[in-house]
């Protein structure tokens, strides 16, 4: 065979090999084309995890409706039968509250298919029934062999989107100690403070249900009611309409023990209620009774606090990680995604007032 034969065979199979700076080109290209197609699955993670908040909301939209089939009327925000002064303030023993009865969210938990946890709520009632002042939040903490307090919430308490605190709340001077927290849906409040209830002008979907320790005392010396299931807001209550006022929305857990915002045993502002007078993803401070001030978040928005114990001004926005603004839920159960670039005065307070009678133009 010729020497120009064995050449052509020996070579045949080979194939030229990609040069160094060939190899950068094709490497440039993944890069850039991995750069545009990023953020479109960003935001199709976000989507999805969008849906889902809502659909937990429609969740718990469907317990209030139940709720009030069953009870004639959404649950009280809360139940307190404390001495006049104490009517806003929701802390443990401690810090003097000791006449508190339930809060909205575990008066949910039978109709959230959780029996479970529902038990236990029963349990530890039971375990108060012979004492007059006694504060749910405060007790089942510790009451063993649950201590209720302590567990996080099923999915259905928390919002996808939001980062995920695992730290226990613990401030011995406000009396809540090792509550968990995690929590990222509240009921409205209104438009004003802790005392929205108070005036028809500000009063939202959910507030205090205030009564007196006679009315909840047994005459034989036993506790009285203090679920109160049927004094919360009824459908003739929503004089604005059910389908114009806001029920629920979005608040942010923080990942910092001494800050209350996220306990879902607790009614507090920021915890498990919030308040239109800042607008959603507020820039100013949120204004509330348990706060580590010196607290920075890491997560992008202002998650910074102000404490304030000693009144009832204290106020905490809708905050969400959601591009823009917030989920909410009205009364009727329908969720709608509000801008925080909403008009606060003419549009947000209105859609969270349920008797100011308003005229609202979204």
């Not at 479970?116 to 009632?125: F, G, H, P, T, Y």
Request: hydrophobic share 35%; glycine share 8%; aromatic share 10%.
């Amino acid at each position: 065979m010729s020497q120009e034969k064995k050449f052509f065979f020996r070579n045949a199979g080979r194939r030229p090999a990609f040069t160094l700076v060939e190899l950068l080109v094709v490497i440039a290209i993944i890069g850039v084309l991995v750069g545009l197609l990023l953020p479109a699955v960003q935001a199709a993670r976000e989507a999805a995890r969008r849906m889902q908040c809502q659909n937990n909301m429609k969740q718990l939209g469907l317990a209030m409706q139940n709720h009030m089939d069953v009870h004639g009327s959404f649950p009280p925000g809360y139940l307190c039968y404390d001495e006049s002064g104490n009517r806003y303030k929701t802390g443990g023993w401690q810090h003097g509250q000791n006449e508190l009865g339930w809060h909205w969210l575990p008066m949910l938990f039978p109709f959230m298919e959780q029996p479970a946890m529902w038990d236990r709520i029963k349990s530890c009632e039971a375990a108060r029934a012979d004492e007059h002042t006694q504060n749910p939040c405060d007790d089942c903490e510790w009451q063993a062999p649950n201590h209720t307090g302590r567990d996080q919430l099923p999915e259905f308490a928390r919002c996808p989107t939001a980062l995920n605190s695992e730290v226990q709340f613990t401030d011995g001077s406000y009396g809540l100690e090792a509550v968990a927290k995690g929590s990222n849906y509240a009921v409205s409040w209104g438009s004003g403070n802790m005392l929205s209830w108070e005036s028809n002008q500000t009063r939202g979907a959910f507030g205090t249900y205030y009564t007196t320790q006679e009315k909840i005392v047994k005459s034989l010396g036993g506790s009285g009611d203090r679920f109160q299931n049927k004094n919360g807001m009824g459908s003739q209550d929503f004089v604005d309409g059910m389908s114009n006022t806001i029920a629920l929305s979005e608040v942010l857990s923080t990942d910092t023990k001494t800050d209350i915002r996220g306990v879902w045993m607790s009614p507090a502002m920021g915890a498990t209620i919030f308040s239109a007078f800042l607008s959603p993803n507020s820039k100013e401070n949120d204004v509330i009774a348990a706060c580590d001030e010196s607290f920075v978040s890491k997560a992008g928005p202002n998650l910074i606090c102000t404490e304030e114990r000693a009144t009832a001004d204290v106020y905490a926005a809708a905050r969400s990680l959601h591009p823009s603004g917030v989920n909410t839920l009205r009364a009727d159960g329908s969720v709608h995604f509000v801008s925080e670039t909403i008009d606060r005065v003419n549009v947000w307070h209105a859609l969270a007032t349920a008797q100011g009678g308003e005229a609202i133009s979204e």
